[in-house]
């Protein structure tokens, strides 16, 4: 059996009982009438649960094409009954919204009624969705279809079921845990592995280590290695214990008097009291190998393990390593633990192992073999650089050095079977909805980057992430989630863009997720000519040319991702808006080179799209976006992503209060706002806000988001005339701000005014990060001069731009006692304050366009960076001045620089 079909077998098994199955099932069960109550319940909790059983035996892989085609039929028929509720929401909604409209003096408390006229009668076969209430005529009837492909269905699935369970069947083949008894002996060959090998010998015999440094009471500390299943954790912690000098003290410390027999134990008790003793006032070294994280903090038996290594000496150690990052923290509270991620040998390195273990220490220059080297090159680089990979195929490979079209059959066959079956044990330990999130990543291309951020609005969006308690936000999960699936090495860190962090999927993960993840996602990429398949429910197009008509057949597709277009004009957006009704993810990424003056006009057929969830326009630079109005009709949309247009154009009578699930508004930082957001209070990203004279664009709009998180800009604070108004933001209440940028722009109000509105936006106190830009008021605001009149606690970066009247105030340093960073650009300061020495986190001073400061007083011992620009020549110099008085002050500070 193919390890394929056995992943496909586990995936598809987990689906079935996941938790979003059973709470759609669960749903259903409540809203219909006994004859089909009883279909559904039967279905749920008798022949789900066996075939799941089957499946995940994988007893039945042998008739694998005829679960594909029931397992295809079942996705279908939930699937749509997913969207059958998700109208129905939509109907809801819009009633909702209606007797608002119609009738808002009147609040009788009156159930809805959701009627149609071509309803399809009273007959047994209708689906009640409240006592009061019956489905409209088309989603009855396709609810009905639904459910009598489910009813055909648990008859095959039935037929399927014993035959999986007849006594001729053969052995079971599933993905094992790969654990295997290891000793300190290490491979005859490692290569690439000397820098880690030397970098944990020196962390070995450092006495002076974070112990010492820290509160821990322990005698021992952990250095962790983690890292994918074949990937050499345990080969290199065997290197370690073989260093010449590392193996001889430790040899030294474990002698005892051979004639003395080993003495047998039958208590653990005494056994523990003895380890003690044999440990007391001694360095111990200890190596653990794949240790396991346990969910259950009463299960997780380490620190029993662990418990007699207290009586060592301090300085002895813990060697570990574990396929999840977290296993480490089940070693016990308190426990110091320094752990790194293993590297991924390099092509040069992986080669010289693949080749050692395929052709051992043969003669490089016979011509036979010189043949097979070529071959062997080719071979390596389809390992994906896994040692388990290069030990496994190289070893089939050096049984048959005579046979050269061995070594080619093998170049072209699908060589990680093996290696995959090693992580696939991995893999079943997730919950399932965490395996199905890790095999959506497959839409994106291999060694995409990936953030975290935008990955969980995505998997919310496409209802991947379901809670049991409705108070739980979706995206905290989904964070766990990504955190789960990184500490496990899933995915990892990749290199950061644009200052922010991001992650990708080893090769081998990747490989892996193909293979779970059937056809439910598939890429359209350069040169592909492969064809699309009619059941896909996720696509990527990696060029906007190559989103061919094809596309538009695909009528249950609910994501589409296209990169780089520049052929998404409104005729190719009118077709999708049409055609493909179910979408819930839509993304547009227009090429970046693609620059000028045009106009992108998005049709009012959008407003079709009652299924969408997340809508993402990443628009050419210069360009004009106009938005229509039945972008409101979008009433289950939660991410809205506008970027790079230089104006935005929608109807002035746009009420986005209709959008009331929207979480998340990101938008270029030209252009006006969106109106009427006072209504969205799930909103969580509002990155900017510009506030106009004109209703809906008051800044008590946002009294009531008190939800919103990350970083928030208000702008135009100009056209809020008092302390009151500015107060109706109520921006104390959004505690979940970390940064806020106010800005004022050249205006005709008083700096007795903007002094009053100023004092009246007093943020949330565990604000990290504050700019105020443009402000012409005389002095700061009492939140800013200190702790008892709330604002601030814990601000990290304090940047004050174009404060023309503000001069320095020693308070901002008794208030902000944690700065890391102080940024002064175009203001009166004449003087650093003398209690800047004692800001003990500060970091980095930048002062720009401030003439007036001449010299500096004694500077805190943590600064790091200083830069000036557009300063006083006279005070550049000499702060370059050797000996000179502001010299000397920044002797100590690391990096220096002084633009004119």
Same mark, same amino acid.
């Given at each position: ?278 440990? &007391?006032?001694? +360095?111990?070294?200890?190596? *653990? %190998? ?9 299960? $997780? !038996? @380490? ?104 070594? &080619?059959?093998? +170049?072209?066959?699908?060589? *990680? %079977? ?9 893999? $079943? !330990? @997730? ?470």
């Amino acid at each position: 059996m193919s390890l394929p079909a056995v992943a496909w077998g586990i995936s598809v098994a987990g689906w079935i009982m996941s938790p979003i199955i059973s709470k759609l099932l669960d749903k259903l069960l409540s809203h219909c009438k006994s004859n089909k109550e009883e279909t559904l319940c039967h279905l749920l909790t008798d022949v789900l649960p066996r075939l799941t059983l089957t499946l995940e035996a994988a007893e039945a892989i042998n008739h694998s094409k005829l679960f594909e085609d029931m397992v295809r039929g079942l996705k279908s028929a939930f699937y749509d009954m997913e969207d059958i509720l998700d109208e129905l929401e939509y109907i809801r909604h819009q009633k909702m919204l209606d007797a608002q409209n119609n009738s808002k003096s009147k609040k009788k408390k009156k159930r809805l009624k959701i009627t149609s006229d071509d309803e399809a009668g009273s007959s047994n076969q209708d689906i009640c969705i409240e006592p009061s209430s019956a489905l409209t005529g088309p989603l009855n009837a396709r609810l009905k279809d639904s459910m009598a492909k489910i009813e055909d269905l648990i008859t095959k699935a039935r037929g399927i079921i014993t035959l999986a369970e007849s006594p001729s069947k053969g052995k079971t083949v599933t993905a094992k845990n790969m654990h295997t008894r290891t000793t300190s002996a290490p491979v005859e060959l490692v290569t690439g592995r000397d820098e880690d090998r030397d970098r944990i010998t020196r962390m070995l015999r450092d006495t002076e280590d974070v112990n010492s440094r820290s509160n821990n009471n322990k005698c021992f500390s952990v250095i962790g290695i983690y890292g994918i299943s074949g990937s050499g954790k345990t080969t290199l912690a065997q290197y370690v214990c073989n260093v010449g000098d590392i193996f001889k003290e430790m040899y030294e410390a474990a002698s005892v008097d051979k004639k003395k027999a080993c003495p047998e134990y039958n208590s653990l008790d005494v056994l523990e009291k003895e380890l003690e003793k044999k440990l &007391k006032d001694k +360095r111990f070294l200890l190596v *653990l %190998d794949d240790i396991w994280c346990n969910k259950d903090v009463g299960q $997780q !038996q @380490l620190p029993k393990l662990l418990s007699p290594m207290k009586a060592g000496k301090r300085g002895s150690k813990i060697l570990a390593t574990s396929r999840n990052k977290d296993a480490f923290s089940d070693l016990g509270p308190g426990v110091a633990c320094n752990v790194f991620p293993i590297r991924d040998l390099d092509d040069q390195a992986f080669l010289e192992l693949f080749m050692y273990y395929a052709l051992g220490s043969t003669n490089p220059d016979d011509s036979g073999e010189m043949e097979l080297r070529s071959i062997g090159a080719e071979i390596s680089q389809k390992l994906k650089r896994s040692p388990l990979a290069a030990r496994t195929v190289g070893g089939q490979l050096r049984k048959k050095q005579s046979n050269v079209e061995f070594w &080619k059959i093998t +170049r072209d066959r699908d060589l *990680l %079977d093996e290696t995959i079956g090693a992580l696939l044990w991995s893999y $079943q !330990q @997730l919950d399932e909805q965490i395996r199905r999130c890790f095999s959506y990543i497959i839409i994106f291309p291999r060694r995409h980057s990936l953030d975290r951020n935008e990955l969980v609005k995505l998997w919310v969006a496409e209802g991947f992430i379901q809670t049991a308690n409705p108070e739980e936000d979706p995206e905290v999960v989904g964070q766990c989630y990504f955190d789960e699936l990184l500490a496990t090495s899933f995915m990892q860190p990749g290199e950061s863009k644009w200052g922010d962090p991001c992650y990708l999927v080893h090769d081998l993960m990747y490989d892996l997720a193909e293979k779970v993840a059937g056809n439910d996602c598939f890429r359209i990429e350069n040169g592909q000519r492969r064809q699309v398949p009619r059941d896909v429910r996720h696509l990527f197009v990696a060029k906007g040319q190559m989103a061919t008509k094809e596309i538009f057949e695909l009528k249950n597709l609910r994501t589409l991702i296209i990169h780089d277009t520049k052929s998404a004009n409104d005729v190719f957006l009118q077709k999708v808006f049409k055609k493909l009704l179910k979408l819930r993810v839509l993304v547009v990424d227009y090429e970046y080179e693609n620059r000028g003056n045009g106009t992108i006009k998005i049709p009012e057929s959008i407003g079709r799209l009652k299924h969408l969830r997340h809508l993402s326009l990443i628009v050419p630079t210069n360009s004009k976006l106009i938005l229509p109005g039945t972008l409101t009709n979008l009433y289950h949309l939660q991410a809205l992503i506008l970027k790079c247009y230089d104006e935005l154009e929608f109807p002035s009578d746009i009420d986005m209060s209709k959008l009331s699930n929207l979480r998340h508004i990101s938008m270029s930082n030209f252009g006006k706002t969106l109106p009427n957001i006072a209504r969205l209070t799930s909103l969580q990203t509002l990155e900017r806000f510009e506030i106009r004279i004109e209703h809906g664009h008051e800044i008590k709009q946002m009294r009531d988001l008190n939800k919103l998180q990350g970083n928030l800009l208000i702008r135009d604070l100009g056209n809020v005339k008092s302390k009151n108004e500015a107060q109706e933001a109520n921006l104390a209440a959004k505690t979940r701000l970390t940064g806020l940028e106010l800005v004022w722009f050249d205006g005709t109000t008083s700096p007795e005014v903007e002094a009053e509105v100023l004092e009246g936006l007093c943020p949330p106190g565990g604000l990290k990060s504050l700019a105020i830009s443009g402000y012409k008021g005389l002095g700061y605001p009492s939140w800013m001069m200190g702790v008892q009149n709330g604002g601030p606690e814990y601000l990290n970066t304090l940047l004050l731009d174009k404060c023309y009247q503000l001069g320095p105030a020693p308070k901002l340093f008794d208030c902000f006692i944690h700065l890391r960073e102080l940024i002064i650009w175009d203001c009166c300061w004449d003087y650093l304050p003398d209690n800047v020495k004692d800001l003990r986190c500060l970091k980095t001073i930048w002062f720009s366009s401030c003439p007036n400061i001449k010299s500096l007083p004694e500077l805190p011992l943590s600064l790091e960076d200083f830069k000036t620009s557009r300063c006083d020549r006279g005070f550049t110099e000499s702060c370059q001045q050797v000996d000179h008085p502001n010299w000397q002050k920044l002797q100590h500070v690391k990096k220096c620089r002084f633009i004119p």
